[in-house]
């Protein structure tokens, strides 16, 4: 992790895959799955906070890539609202610049978006951005159900169940841990890669 990155504590991973009808291996024809959790931990560095979301989403695309040889390339991304309160909602600047990067670098790269345990804090949020979302991303947002059964029900449509994690009613007990799963599953940018990089993309500030 170099230094941008520490400023981060932040839960976002790839991890998974999800189910597919068009082919009898899910871990092949598979979206890829990324898992946000938001609630856990405040911004404090805009930056890296979306820098490493970002990063995590390049990274499903990728990975999805390879293991469709070439023909997938999408995310389905599940974001957990638990613990998210007012004062963790981001400056609105930072909301729009956020969706003007996921339009720009990720075309038709979302699957769906999966939104857990909406409380009143991510209610507010959602509704301050959602008319700065585009209209054909809007059908992709979906919001799990409030009881166990029926969350479980509808996630089992969108992630492979040896994934379904156990705060979510499944069987998967990973936890994550930012030091090894960055230091391992992850390859950063230097610090003056990703200055660069926001250097030359004005239209983002």
């Known amino acids: 992790i170099n230094a941008l990155t520490l400023h981060v504590v932040l839960e976002c991973l790839v991890r998974g895959y999800s189910p597919t009808p068009h082919h009898t291996d899910d871990s092949v024809g598979g979206n890829g799955l ?114 166990r059964k029926s969350q479980i029900d509808m996630l089992g449509h969108l992630v492979n169940h040896a994934y379904i994690p156990d705060w979510l009613g499944g069987n998967d007990t990973f936890r994550f841990d930012a030091n090894i799963y960055y230091n391992t599953d992850m390859t950063f940018g230097s610090d003056a890669e990703g200055t660069a990089y926001l250097e030359t993309m004005p239209y983002h500030a």
């Not at 609202?81 to 339009?103: E, T, Y």
């Not at 939104?115 to 799990?144: D, F």
């Open 34 to 147: 990324v898992w946000y959790r938001p609630g856990l931990h405040k911004m404090e560095n805009s930056e890296a906070y979306l820098r490493v979301i970002m990063h995590n989403l390049d990274v499903c695309s990728a990975k999805a890539l390879q293991r469709s040889g070439g023909k997938i390339g999408k995310c389905n991304v599940i974001l957990d609202s638990s613990g998210f309160g007012l004062s963790m909602i981001p400056p609105m600047s930072v909301a729009k610049r956020f969706i003007i990067m996921m339009q720009d670098h990720f075309p038709d790269r979302l699957g769906v978006l999966v939104i857990a345990n909406l409380g009143g804090a991510a209610q507010v949020l959602l509704k301050l951005i959602m008319p700065l979302v585009p209209e054909a991303v809007r059908y992709k947002i979906h919001v799990l159900p409030n009881d």
